[in-house]
């Protein structure tokens, strides 16, 4: 059987998460819920920046820069929401904010009122099927 990417990485923060989910239930602000989150994955020794900028590119020029909310030991990209559930635009814009990163694993995490989304998706070999001068989102520069 093959193993998940980054399984273990993954499993730690689905973990960490699910502590945050389990402290403030969906009843507070993204912000509150992301600071939380950045304190129980440093506890459970992962490294994490937040608010890294990732350039987009159109036509091999910069055209502005997505903020993903953390990266997590230099792998995941996680984007976080606080919501009463996640609709198809929020999976679409997730899947668009993954594809323009460097970045091959990606958690979409909702921290709902009723329940906890953890959304795993993986974009790894299909980026080098997109040309970087199409239409499509092609950056993978952070600073």
């Known amino acids: 059987m093959k193993s998940l990417l980054y399984a273990d990485i993954t499993y730690k923060i689905r973990g960490a998460a699910f502590m945050v989910w389990k402290k403030f239930v969906g009843a507070f602000k993204e912000k509150i819920v992301d600071n939380a989150l950045t304190i129980a994955l440093e ?3 992962l490294k994490v920046k937040n608010q890294i900028r990732i350039d987009i590119f159109f036509e091999n020029k910069k055209v502005g820069n997505y903020t993903p909310d953390k ?6 990209l996680l984007e976080l929401k606080c919501k009463p559930f996640l609709t198809p635009g929020d999976r679409k814009q997730f899947w668009y904010y993954l594809r323009a990163s460097k970045y091959k694993v990606g958690l979409l995490i909702n921290f709902g009122e009723s329940k906890l989304q953890i959304e795993r998706r993986i974009y790894d070999t299909a980026r ?8 499509s989102l092609s950056a993978f520069s952070t600073k």
């Open 43 to 45: 506890k459970k020794g």
């Open 71 to 76: 990266i997590v030991d230099d792998l995941v």
């Open 128 to 135: 080098i099927k997109i040309p970087r001068n199409s239409a």
